[in-house]
């Protein structure tokens, strides 16, 4: 048997997620004392007997409690899965989250997770900029299910909130508080602490508001918004949990009852994610904390680079912000690190964006982010293409602006490609 919190410690001694991360969740004696999970690619898993296929439903379908010492058994990998169960045990321990369901992209995870908790009448407030494939679901998808959404922007902060929830009876119909902190592309900031107040006193006996908090751009390593007093953390885990831009998955971590919600609707709408998927996921955990440390070191490089440049407008880093911006409070109170993501505009428009990025060399031009190589894109025309122009601008997506998550090659090189670059704009 597996004692989850025993499994954090040597004695008295805690150790640290980085060490936990390649055994956590895993026995060796589970698989012939193989080191490493095997990839259990099975879609089904055969019953002692009838007796315990007939037990393993009831539990997995709450038609009755668990009796003492009863455990789970593995029925249909849509339900579950040894890789998929490991891998979602080894995930909670960068949040301290109680429970984890990963899935097979990052707007699987968003939409199952909405669809769990979101009912017809309900009000989700949100703040932009956010990820484009997220404004097209609650501009688009949530309100032909008859949810209303409410959108303010990042940079109004808890006033805009106020503001779209004083209309009509929102207030009294409001069910989430959906905030991505830092934002994509511009890395404006949401406090999380301020959302988890808001959401307390908005909430009843029969309506809990629930705040949710994308957290890929510095999850899981530089912010913890479940330690903030946030209810759910969503990722793209393509991004930096993923790491190496060769696969697609997402995740839902938060108190066991409501990932338990999450769960009985992903095994309906079937998004969960594959063996191969949560093996690949498991083999990036072990080097995370290397990847995500060298990559904000290195765009603190690039940063303090591209501000000097006189080609070069505005950056928009969080290890730039200064004493005296309200963003600059929030990111102390928040985040324990700038990450590896940066955005900046260029003197110019489109025209010289194109020309800096058609330049490049070392630095591909790709949309997604997190990876070990340096990647760039332009948010206005690619990631952010279905936002429409005015919104885009009132967000700070400027036809100018390009964004760079930078990879954990040696920073000169990556400034040698801007510099050689810019000389083409
Ligand atoms: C902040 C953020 N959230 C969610 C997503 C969606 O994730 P996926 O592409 O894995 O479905 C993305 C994708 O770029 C993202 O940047």
Not at 32 to 40: L, T, V, Y
Not at 193 to 211: D, G, M
Not at 288 to 311: C, F, G, I, Y
């Amino acid at each position: 048997m597996w004692d989850k919190e025993k499994k954090k410690h040597i004695g008295d001694h805690e150790l640290r997620p980085e060490s936990l991360m390649m055994s956590y969740g895993y026995l060796p004696e589970w698989s012939e004392g193989a080191a490493k999970p095997p990839i259990f690619q099975t879609s089904t898993f055969v019953f002692e007997s009838a007796e315990a296929g007939k037990a393993y439903f009831e539990m997995a379908y709450g038609l009755r409690e668990k009796a003492p010492g009863e455990t789970p058994g593995l029925i249909y990998s849509r339900l579950n899965n040894p890789g998929l169960e490991i891998l979602e045990d080894r995930l909670t321990v960068w949040d301290g989250a109680e429970a984890a369901a990963v899935f097979e992209s990052g707007m699987a995870a968003i939409t199952t997770t909405m669809f769990a908790f979101l009912r017809p009448g309900d009000v989700v407030a949100f703040c932009e900029p956010i990820y484009g494939g997220t404004e097209y679901l609650f501009h688009e998808v949530l309100p032909q299910f008859g949810i209303e959404t409410a959108c303010f922007p990042a940079m109004e902060g808890m006033a805009g909130l106020e503001r779209v929830l004083a209309e009509g009876d929102r207030r009294k119909r409001l069910r989430m508080i959906y905030v991505e902190t830092p934002s994509n592309p511009t890395n404006a900031l949401m406090d999380i602490r301020a959302c988890a107040a808001l959401a307390k006193r908005l909430s009843t006996a029969e309506r809990r508001v629930v705040v949710a908090v994308d957290n890929t751009f510095l999850g899981p390593l530089y912010q913890h918004p479940l330690k903030l007093g946030a209810d759910l953390v969503l990722y793209s885990l393509t991004k930096y949990v993923g790491g190496h831009s060769d696969l697609i998955a997402g995740a839902c971590l938060g108190p066991a009852e409501f990932v338990g919600q999450v769960k009985v609707t992903r095994t309906i709408f079937g998004t969960m994610a594959g063996p191969w998927t949560s093996w690949l996921l498991l083999r990036s955990l072990e080097t995370l904390k290397l990847r995500m440390t060298s990559q904000m070191k290195n765009a603190r490089h690039v940063a303090d680079w591209l501000v000097e440049h006189p080609k070069v407008d505005r950056v928009h880093y969080l290890g730039h912000l200064k004493k005296g911006d309200p963003q600059y409070d929030i990111y102390k109170r928040q985040c324990s690190g700038a990450g590896g993501m940066i955005s900046f505009d260029l003197r110019g428009g489109e025209a010289e964006a194109f020309r800096l990025l058609n330049a490049l060399k070392l630095i591909k031009l790709a949309v997604s982010l997190g990876g070990t190589e340096s990647l760039v894109e332009h948010p206005a025309t690619m990631t952010h293409s279905d936002v429409p122009p005015a919104d885009q601008l009132r967000m700070g997506i400027t036809p100018s602006l390009v964004r760079i998550s930078v990879g954990v090659e040696h920073y000169d090189d990556v400034i040698a490609d801007l510099e050689q670059a810019l000389e083409a704009v």
